[in-house]
């Protein structure tokens, strides 16, 4: 069994920063990407951005330039830090991570964290 949970979120001023964090706990051999979504109220879940095993980073359209992917291994944690923020990024921030959890098979498989809150409002 493996759990993710964030922590890191709350309220913050248009212009303000935040960093998010999303910690692993489990049956875990290998965690090959870790992924930040986020859904808007009334809104459906989009993808923000995600960092491979390698930590190569990609995001998306409305992260780039102002949000940076980072992880920590060891930590089994994932870091989103969020700079510039605006209204349109008030969100539940949820965390993805695609695990192998054996070391006897290449399996992958996909969890999710409960999600934190940002609020982006002066």
């Known amino acids: 069994q493996v759990q993710l949970v964030e922590s890191g979120g709350g309220l913050v001023q248009p212009g303000g920063s935040l960093r998010l964090s999303c910690g692993a706990s489990?049956?875990?051999?290998?965690?090959?990407?870790m992924g930040w979504y986020r859904q808007p109220p009334g809104k459906e879940r989009e993808w923000v951005a995600t960092i491979n095993s390698v930590g190569s980073a990609t995001y998306a359209d409305s992260a780039k330039e102002r949000f940076t992917l980072s992880r920590d291994d060891p930590k089994k944690t994932v870091y989103l830090q969020m700079n510039s923020l605006k209204p349109e990024d008030t969100a539940t921030y949820y965390c993805?991570?695609?695990?192998?959890?054996?070391?006897?098979?290449?399996?992958?498989?996909?969890?999710w964290g409960q999600g934190t809150q940002v609020t982006v409002s002066s």
């Open positions: 489990g049956t875990i051999f290998l965690i090959y990407d």
């Open positions: 993805r991570f695609v695990i192998r959890n054996s070391q006897w098979s290449a399996e992958r498989r996909e969890y």
